[in-house]
């Protein structure tokens, strides 16, 4: 247990570490911190200068518990627990793989730095975009998991930092089921990290943004505000229940698997969930909400 408990101290250490480089501009293009915030700066002006909802005010209803679940889930929450769980988790698949007498490299099927940058780089980002659409529709399907989940769909008007409001249970089960298929994978420059990063990053504040686009043909490849607004519908239709268009990043898997649903023109729809008159309004209430005796 002793390893275990260094290994969360040095992941402390080490995440500090990290923050303050972000903080004073030590790290270079790839620095999350800044990226975040210019990211959504740009998105935002995007909103105000191409309001799709004409009526939704700028500072619309809880922009700040959105604004500030956007910085506590993409840094406290990792300087809290997330780093240090996600390292404790590896350490901890390395030692069940070592009772059966293998290492993490026994399970690479390949290992893409061999291969060119753009070829790696489009594979890493496929099967973690494919490992991640998977996993937002166990967070609908599965109960217990869905009452996590519903701190996101708790919004009730749109705009870029509506996606970063989420529990912060979700980014646990995320990178727990994306560890296996990148570690078989193998060989992953770091650079491809930051790339899909940012280009989630980036997707996902327009898909949530008071923008009216689709991208035209592209729609069928990238995930849209036109789009991802069905998501949120409150009231979803007959043949699926638990969900539609759960595409993060990429619609495409949504248009392959029969989950894609763009009736029409969603400009106007009710966001939400059945019950969520009943759902906390406040932070500590949403982030406790799944423990309560209260859920529903």
Known sequence: MNKYWDNILQSYSNYWGYFKREIFFQNDWDNYFWGLIIVSLVVWALEIAF?????????????WMDTFYMFFNFFLLNLIVFIALTNTAALFFDDVLGLIGLELQDLQLFDVDTLPFGAGLLIFFLI????QWNTH???HRVPFLWNFHKVHHSTKEMAFAAQMRYHWVEPIVYKSLLYIPIAIIGGFDLSYVAIIHFTALTVGHLNHANIGW????????FNNPKMHIWHHSKELPEDHRYGVNFGLTLSLWDYIFGTSHVPHDGRDIELG???DENFPKDFVGQVTYPMSEKKE
């Open 273 to 275: 969930f059945e019950g």
């Open 51 to 63: 309001p799709w909802r004409k009526n939704q005010k700028i500072f619309r209803k809880d922009f």
């Open 137 to 139: 529709r166990l967070l």
């Open 214 to 221: 689709d991208y035209g043909p592209f729609k069928y490849i």
């Open 128 to 131: 973690s975009d494919f490992v």
